[in-house]
């Protein structure tokens, strides 16, 4: 079954359309057979998914505040954005400072009309 586009459009802001290790591409599994990685360990199916399956960060403090605690689609649209949890997470790699920053341009832009044109640009 083919997902809608915005599925892949996470809470914090990743875009994981193209991720490779939810796309299990061959680069990103020899990077963990490298390090010595159980490959069947190396699997997400991303933050939309039903979650009984697999998934990148199971306890993800990010997730669970936006999605399960106050029920929104992305982070964007809380109140308290950007907190301290997605500020200190945004500093940690530059795919986590670009997710900040999509949503830093969807607050300013507004959900809907952002995912419009971003959506219209990636599809």
């Not at 591409?25 to 699997?43: G, P, S």
């Not at 605690?69 to 200190?88: M, N, T, W, Y």
């Amino acid at each position: 079954m083919s997902k809608d586009r915005r599925w892949f459009l996470t809470p914090c802001g990743l875009d994981c359309h193209g991720c490779p290790i939810r796309l299990r591409t061959d680069e990103e599994l020899d990077y963990w057979r490298q390090r010595n990685v159980d490959t069947e360990k190396i699997r997400c199916d991303g933050c939309r998914s039903d979650r009984t399956g697999n998934h990148w960060a199971p306890e993800c403090k990010i997730l669970q505040c936006c999605v399960y605690e106050k029920a929104l689609e992305f982070c964007a649209q809380c109140s308290d954005f950007p907190c301290g949890s997605l500020k200190e997470w945004g500093q940690e790699y530059e795919h986590h400072s670009d997710a900040v920053e999509r949503l830093r341009e969807m607050r300013k832009a507004g959900v809907e009309e952002w995912l419009r044109q971003y959506l219209g640009k990636n599809k």
